[in-house]
């Protein structure tokens, strides 16, 4: 399986695996914030490479279909949050978060919106919805639907029943935040799956 990853830098020079015809051993990409797949071989010769001009962002696995995914994990809190940054244009094809420490008894509500770079608006990607005491394994999915609150499924790994359209949901540059009503000990793993839609797309996990 690949990887998809975002030069953070220009002129970073990339391992490269050859094949039995190529006979090449680097290749140095110029632009920072080019978008670039690696094979497995080559993204675990990363650690041991060194980069004229900076590092490499994992922007997640390339999924079955095509896509790449990417993950956060974070308590919910009384503030607003960064789970996700998107670089370039992307199709968010799904976004759910998985519980896997239990939520406590304190009343908590949660929301996802995004915050496009350029615009500076922020605009819901749901609703909020209740996530006091949920246990392990819960998941929480938008469908959409910026009115419509996160749907919740309880078991695990059971996907919620709507989930977003076929289409996607096309984000330029910004990040994807999640708002909270009341801190929470427990820990919800955000997965963000997509398609990249230009050269730079990509989504990685916000610091």
């Known amino acids: 399986m690949g990887r998809n990853v975002v030069t953070a830098a220009a002129n970073v020079a990339l391992p490269y695996q050859p094949s ?32 004229s001009g900076g ?32 670089v370039g244009n992307v199709k968010v094809v799904e976004l759910f978060g998985r519980v896997t420490t239990v939520m406590d008894a304190t009343a908590t509500t949660l929301k996802l919106a995004f915050d496009a770079t350029v615009t500076g608006a922020v605009t819901d990607l749901s609703a909020a919805g209740t996530i006091t005491s949920d246990p392990l394994n819960t998941l929480y999915s938008i469908v959409g639907v910026a009115a419509t609150a996160l749907t919740e499924s309880a078991g695990i790994y059971l996907l919620p029943a709507v ?21 929470n000990t427990g820990v919800i793993e955000w997965t963000c799956v997509y398609v990249p839609l230009s050269s730079t797309g990509a989504v990685t996990a916000a610091a």
Do not use: C, H, M
Request: net charge negative; proline share 5%; aromatic share 4%.
């Open 20 to 51: 039995g015809t190529s006979g090449l051993n680097s290749r140095t990409i110029v632009a920072s914030g080019t978008l670039v797949t690696l094979n497995d071989a080559e993204y675990a010769a990363l650690s041991s490479t060194a980069f």
């Open 55 to 86: 590092t490499l962002l994992d922007a997640g696995n390339p999924d079955a279909a095509g896509g790449a995914f990417v993950t956060k994990s974070k308590s919910p809190t009384n503030s607003t949050v960064d789970l996700f940054n998107v």
């Open 163 to 183: 989930k977003l359209p076929a289409e996607g949901i096309i984000l330029p540059a910004g990040k994807i935040q999640a708002t909270g009503t009341a801190a």
